[in-house]
Each structure stands twice: as C-alpha cells, then as structure tokens.
C-alpha cells in the first residue's frame, strides 16, 4: 500500500483534536497517537489534555500488519501483543479506544485481539477501506461486504451502492482536519520510547475512578447527601433546611425557593352589564370570565 502521507505531520507522535470521523467516537475530544508508544506516555497525555477517547495507528501507522509464523503478529517491527497489552490496559481505566487498520487486514487483527478487546463496548475497530474515485469512476460502483470464504462466518453478504455509503452524514471533508494541535516533544516530556535506553517514564497518579468520571466529576457529593439525610433527626423544620442546603456536599446554599410567587389576585370593580363591559372587566386583570357560563343573553328573534 501506498505510504500515508499528511501534510505537517513527518515525524509526528501525538496530536489532540476532536474525532471529526463519524464514528461512535464522533465529536468526541481525542488523543491521536501514532505508531506504538510507550502506554505510561499515553495515559499521561490523555489526562492532561482529558480526552476520554484514545486513537491508536493514527496516520495509518497499523497498514502494514502482518502474521510472521503462527500465531505472531507484527506491525513493522512491533509485535501486536504489544499493541493488545496496550489497549486492553487503556479500556481497563476508562478510555474509548479507537484502532484504525485496513480492511483487507481484519481476519489477523481478529485473531491477534483477545476476545475481551472485540467484546468491549468502548473498543472501535475501524476497518479502512482504500476506494481511489469512489464517486467518479461508475454511477453503477457497488460496495461489497463478503466473507473469508461460501458461508465461512457470515450469513451471507451485503451489497450498496456507492451513493448509500457516501452520502453527507457519512462524509468528513478534509478540511475537517485542520483543527488538530500537535504536541510538539517539549509538550510530551520524557519515557519509555524502544531504542532510547535510559530514558524514565513519567510518575502518573492513579486513581480508582475510570476516566469518563475524572473528567465529568458531579458536583454533588450523593452519598454524602444522602448520608446526611438519613442519620440526622433534626429538631426542626429550620434545621432540616439547614441541612438539606449544607454547601460543603454540594447541596443549594439557599433554601428559598427560586419560583415567583403567584400574582395577587386583582378584583374587579367594573360592574358587567354589556360586553363593554366584560372588555373593560378584562383589562382590569380579570381571571375568569366576567359574563360567567351563560354570558349575556341576547334577546331571541320573533318569528312575525
């Protein structure tokens, strides 16, 4: 396959933007990673710039996948245990993972996977399918969806016409892409690159928490709250304000409530007699009908 090649990015290793493919990870804030890095780094990244979604094999780095004897994967140089290790780690902690290869390629990253990466929710395989003119070369162009082999896997097949796939909810232009920040090897700091022996790895908090809650911490303290709640017998009503509005667990500071009071009622003086009347009863501020159910009865024609 043809080498990928990105405009300002030779030699990059991460860049941070928002997912602009629409994928399940669409829209979402995201760490692009190139090739294989060190995990350690990875983490550390993606907290400090919290991007809940992770994508590895950024810039096609994952095309050249290939089964070097039975049961041994490498990617270039790089084994794909190592690449598995890596994500089901990231998945572990929290992250969306997206991993970006060739289509042609999925029957060895399916067995390469462990069963507990395919299964995962947050895992995004995504199978790149190279289709130079797609929507110049035959208005007749059909994608197909076949099997390894006659009813190997599969139920059978599934064929599109080019234009059910490309169409605008499906498409990113590449103009999209310009609003990655690659992260330059200051921003990145020191760790554990192969090749690079004496380098150290940056010491990262962990925490028990899994990153969607880092980033989205509620503001309440619920079992606090409720804990409150529950073991406390006020004395009285002010008390039990006192402690349904504590601040210190996030709870409203004021125990007002914030609804407008209901208008007072405004009475009528206007005698109503006519529907002059009853117009002029309604400008008062009148609620209710000022004719009431039967309104003013209008004198019956007599039949001559």
Known sequence: ME??????????RFFVGPEVEKTPAADKKTLFVVGLQDTTLVEKLARE??????????NRSFDSVEEVEPGLYMVGKTMVSDWEKQIQYLLDTGFMVSLDYPAHKHALVLKALNAGIWQSRNFVPILSVAI?????????LTIKIDDSNF??????????????????????????????????????????????PGATAPQIEKVAQPVY???????????????????????????????????????????????????????SSVVVNTVEDAAAAYAEGAKEDPLGSKGIVKPSKVKK
């Open 3 to 12: 080498k990928f090649v990105r405009d300002g990015h030779q030699g990059v």
């Open 151 to 196: 009813k190997a896997t599969n139920d059978g097949v599934w064929c599109m016409n080019h234009h059910e796939v490309t169409d605008s909810n499906r498409f990113t232009s590449w103009n999209e892409y310009r609003d990655d920040m690659i992260l330059t090897e200051e921003q990145i700091g020191p760790a554990i690159v192969p090749g690079l």
């Open 213 to 267: 809650a880092d980033v989205n911490k509620p503001k309440t303290d619920l079992k606090a709250a409720k804990a409150q709640l529950q073991d406390t017998e006020p004395a009285s009503t002010e008390s039990l304000t006192a402690i349904q509005n504590d601040a210190s667990i996030g709870l409203d500071s004021e125990s007002a409530s914030k609804l407008k009071p209901d208008p007072a009622e405004v009475v």
């Open 49 to 58: 710039y919290k991007t809940p979604h992770i994508f590895l094999s950024a």
């Open 132 to 140: 130079p003119k797609v929507s110049t070369s035959s208005v007749n």
